[in-house]
């Protein structure tokens, strides 16, 4: 599924807010299936996987650039 549809699933699972601001990764196609304790763990995932982004957290919202 799209990047920007696994997001918003995210969003849900971890009770915070992710704003993707890198328009390029919408449609990044991203499978899997995750069991990381964190989000910050699972972006790290995508990381290692070839995504090629950058994150910032700042309280409860996480933004990818």
């Not at 763990?41 to 957290?57: I, R, T």
């Amino acid at each position: 599924e799209a990047l920007s549809t696994a997001l918003l699933k995210m969003e849900k699972w971890y009770d915070t807010k992710i704003e993707l601001q890198n328009t390029a990764l919408t449609n990044l196609s991203v499978t899997g299936t995750f069991t990381e304790k964190s989000v910050e763990d699972l972006l790290k995932v995508l990381q290692l996987g070839g995504a090629q982004f950058k994150y910032k957290k700042i309280d409860q919202r996480i933004i990818i650039y």
